[in-house]
């Protein structure tokens, strides 16, 4: 499904393939530059928007803020890339959630079919664009502790297969499933409302196949896994 991933660096990106029904497009960069696409991340605040700007300011650290500014930076910078627009003119919302009906379900653009999904661990942050429904999530590889603390909340199959495994292998195991997990459900915009049991996604090297669901693996760096799901019962078209 994907076939590279595109790096966002200090300079402006080139636009590429627009997204296609079955071909999102991926963007990765590392979240402790100092400019973005051609912004500088001193002058972000002139271009994300109230929220985001308000929510910049929640961190403590230093780190944790520009880590944030960096990322919204960037995900602002490549939707403006394809829609053609300036990055601060762009409006972002939330869909209601499926389970309640409030507003902060999956992240959107009003009145335009391009979906798009942004995560960010440690130094690292992956942002995929899509025609359809889309969910990406990077994990860093957990701690021992993080292991034993998550293992009774996923699917009975996924903790059954870890605990089968060597401990020096679960770490990456559990990142894997962590990031599949993360990706389907940030595509359906129920995030953990339901918990992290459904849908099965599988700890081994090769995902399964999920009804109604597109899921990947991606590349990452070290110590990352990564993976991307599109939902498959809905497709639309956009413009580069």
Not at 11 to 40: F, K, Q, S, Y
Request: hydrophobic share 30%; net charge negative; proline share 11%.
């Amino acid at each position: 499904m994907i076939e590279h991933i595109n790096q966002l660096g200090a300079n402006p990106p080139v636009p590429g393939p627009a997204p296609t029904p079955t071909t999102p497009v991926v963007w990765a960069l590392n979240t402790t530059i100092h400019t973005v696409g051609g912004h500088h991340v001193t002058d972000a605040h002139t271009i994300l928007d109230a929220n985001e700007n308000e929510r910049a300011t929640r961190f403590h650290t230093p780190g944790l803020t520009h880590r944030y500014t960096t990322s919204h930076l960037a995900l602002r910078t490549i939707l403006a890339l394809y829609l053609n627009q300036p990055a601060h003119t762009i409006q972002l919302t939330r869909e209601d959630c499926p389970c309640c009906g409030q507003p902060h379900g999956r992240p959107n653009l009003p009145g335009n079919p391009l979906h798009f999904s942004l995560s960010h661990s440690g130094d690292h942050a992956y942002i995929a664009l899509a025609t359809t429904p889309v969910g990406i999530d990077i994990e860093e590889h957990p701690t021992p502790q993080t292991i034993n603390d998550v293992l009774h909340l996923l699917h009975p199959t996924e903790t059954q297969e870890l605990t089968t495994l060597p401990t020096h292998e679960r770490t990456t195991a559990l990142a894997r499933c962590w990031a599949r997990k993360e990706a389907c459900l940030k595509a359906t915009g129920t995030g953990l409302a339901n918990g992290l049991t459904h849908p099965y996604v599988s700890t081994h090297p090769t995902p399964p196949t999920i009804p109604g669901y597109h899921l990947t693996d991606l590349p990452t760096p070290p110590h990352h896994q990564a993976a991307l799901a599109t939902l498959t019962h809905t497709t639309r078209t956009v413009d580069a």
